[in-house]
């Protein structure tokens, strides 16, 4: 018997121009919006200025919280949900990468729940959180398309995540230009975001009909990306691949959720600074070598529409994209290990996941 469900409530505008050629569809969320954005990277892609533009071609009052830090941590989080209560917006308006999409999350739950950040990760919240609008910057995150927000929490020295049926953004407006300025290493970190995604949701005790459909598509839109993100020559249709990529990958992971990859990675992002795209990238190799015992047709798909002949070229790629020379010590890898064995991320991961086999997948990618 079949047996699935499939949710997927954001609406989904993507085309170059596309925040002004719907301006008036912000109407549609009341009079009142605080933007949500980082210290810059708005600005620079332009994203902002397209999104205030709108606003007062539509007599909508706005506000700027633009203090999202890298990875927001609770503290962050709170202050903009004290700046939210005090202006009493409708709606928020999430711009940027992944931090200040999940910031935005997070703070339209805050903007009409009085309750401390750390209550987020109880769910069910007594005040439905205000609607959410996504505009990403970069091309990795799908967080336009999750119900998921990302938080690090410092009190347990990590990066822990939460979702709530509420959270999904209620539309994303998907321009490849805001993409354009960003450097070469963002943008291949976030890129690998994406394909983590893509692999993670395939190789997932949760993958079904639906969520394969879009990794599928996903994967191809992100090989058809691949021959100028290695030769630098970031041409248009590469950032729009990706970015559609990115989304598709943020579906997908709406279903299946991430796997032991992300568990693994936060850490390297948590102590070691390293970005979060980059720190699955180092892992996924042999992510997809422990796959091999579970699900060897779907690795050797997923290496096919990259056009790759084996996990060893995967390697390699990876190696290229993302250079890196952290090594970790033999504490750190049983440290992180054993913390990743006991996320409910690891219990997504096909097989059973033990301590042990984090352990020998930081050994094998970093020791
Ligand atoms: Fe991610």
């Not at 750390?118 to 995150?141: F, I, M, S």
């Not at 979702?163 to 998907?174: E, I, V």
Request: contains cysteine.
């Amino acid at each position: 018997m079949l047996d699935f469900s499939f949710f997927m409530p954001t609406e989904i505008l993507h085309g170059p121009e596309v925040v002004k050629r719907h301006a008036k569809r912000l109407k549609e969320f009341g009079r009142k919006a605080l933007l949500v954005t980082g210290r810059n990277s708005a600005r620079r892609s332009g994203a902002q200025e397209d999104v205030t533009a709108a606003l007062e071609h539509c007599g909508i009052a706005y506000e700027v919280f633009d203090q999202v830090e890298n990875n927001p941590t609770l503290e962050n989080i709170a202050e903009g949900g004290r700046a939210a209560r005090q202006f009493a917006p409708d709606f928020v308006i999430g711009i940027g990468g992944g931090s200040p999409l999940d910031a935005a999350k997070a703070i339209a739950v805050l903007a009409v729940n009085s309750f401390g950040p750390e209550k987020l990760y109880d769910g069910d919240y007594t005040n439905r959180p205000l609607p959410v609008v996504a505009v990403p910057t970069t091309a990795g995150t799908g967080s336009e398309v999750t119900q998921y927000s990302i938080l690090t929490l410092t009190n347990k020295q990590t990066k822990a995540g939460f979702g709530d049926r509420s959270l999904f953004p209620r539309l994303a407006f998907l321009d490849y230009r805001y993409t354009e300025s960003l450097e070469l290493e963002v943008t291949r970190n976030t890129a690998v975001d994406a394909l983590s995604h893509l692999i993670e949701a395939y190789l997932s005790r949760r993958a079904g009909d639906f969520s394969d459909i879009l990794v599928e598509a996903g994967l191809r839109l992100w090989s058809r990306a691949l021959p100028d993100l290695k030769s630098a020559a970031f041409s248009s249709g590469m950032r729009d691949s990706l970015l559609a990529a990115s989304t598709f990958g943020g579906m997908a992971i709406a279903h299946t959720g991430t796997t032991v990859v992300h568990a693994l990675g936060y850490p390297l992002t948590y102590f070691h600074d390293i970005p979060h795209g980059r720190a699955n990238g180092l892992l996924l190799a042999e992510y997809l070598r422990y796959n091999l015992q579970h699900a060897k047709s779907r690795v050797g798909k997923i290496l096919k529409t990259l056009n790759l002949k084996d996990i060893g070229e995967f390697k390699e790629l990876m190696r290229f994209l993302l250079p890196c020379d952290l090594r970790l010590t033999a504490e750190q890898i049983s440290e992180y290990g054993i913390a990743a064995s006991r996320t409910k991320n690891a219990s997504h991961t096909l097989g059973e996941v033990s301590s042990q086999t984090c352990i020998d997948i930081l050994q094998s990618s970093l020791g």
